[in-house]
């Protein structure tokens, strides 16, 4: 692909001499940088350890088996992407082959993924036999996966027998620039920064705010549920529900804030569109507050999204973690509704 947008953008610089000077040199721009980039892949090259197509090519001409291993990373990608935990994906896409060839990144790559299945089934003493199986041939395997190995060995230590020396042979300079690095693209790094905080600084604060942080981002229910805490979403459900004209006073029993808040609040949704204040007919004194056509349209798409949400974080749970949140949310909602 590289290539081909190599050659296009040549054709095209030669084929048209008289286009626009900022054009022209965009044109030989893609050029080099398609070559290159082609070049850089098509000639087998390792990188820091890490193999391109045309060494990847090689590995797979060499060995069947790494065809395979390539498949199963593909295909295990794919669902990642889509959000599936490795514990919910097929037995047999993870072999539990014997590594031949630790310098062989496919099959070190496959072998990684086994072992992560079990944390992620929280058997975490069987992953922690298997990474420190895997961790003895650190000098034949690629930096980046040597660096991952001792990530995880730090996770299972700090969760498990937190060791002092153990945490300090683990926990290098090395480490923490490579877990700064990479903690906002990956998941596995916030896991690792909260147990940090949490069994290693003893700082529950700091690994509560890491927590709830990756939780939003893992369940699009919470985002919903923090826009909800914010007031809006409350506001305009509550007056689509309830027909008699709604005061901002009673917004303020209700939501349990003070008449302060709801004033700003309610100007800013006025100002967003969301609602209109009105004259109350049987007291000049009073304002009711009505949603506007806009503001219906809000809350029933956020309704709909958030009902979907929560379907699909109930499912998550399990039928017995759902039923007892559930149960629990309940009784939380008993405990602070107001009295009328």
Known sequence: ?????????????VAY????????????????????????????????????????????????????YLALQLAVNAEVQKGVRLKDMPDEWFPNDEVTDYRNIMQVAVKLLYISRY???????????????IERHKEEIVGLYVKEIECELLFLELIGKRRKEEVERLYTDKIKRYIQRYKIMMSSKQ??????????????????????????????????????????????????????????????????????????????????????????????RQTIITPTQFGIQFVQEHRTGLVDAMAKALELLGPEDAQNYLRIQKKILQNLTPPV
């Open 17 to 68: 001499p008289e286009i626009p000077l900022p054009l022209h040199l965009f044109l030989l721009f893609s050029f080099i940088c398609g070559f290159f980039l082609a070049l850089m892949n098509g000639i087998p090259l390792k990188m820091s350890g890490i193999t391109n197509d045309a060494y990847n090519l090689i590995l797979m001409h060499r060995d069947l088996n790494t065809r395979k």
């Open 119 to 133: 944390v992620d089934r929280k058997e975490f003493e069987t992953a922690h036999v298997l990474f420190s199986k």
């Open 1 to 13: 692909m590289n290539l081909l947008t190599a050659i296009l953008a040549l054709v095209l610089w």
């Open 191 to 284: 896991r690792l920064l909260c147990a940090l905080a949490l069994y290693w600084e003893n700082q529950p604060e700091r690994a509560k705010e890491i927590y709830e942080k990756v939780a939003r981002k893992r369940f699009p229910v919470n985002r919903m549920l923090a826009d909800l805490a914010k007031g809006e979403l409350f506001v305009l459900n509550y007056l689509m529900v309830h027909q008699d004209p709604v005061h901002p006073k009673e917004l303020s029993q209700q939501m349990m804030v003070s008449t302060a808040r709801v004033a700003a609040l309610l100007n800013r949704m006025e100002e967003e569109g969301l609602i209109v204040r009105l004259p109350d007919s049987r007291d000049n």
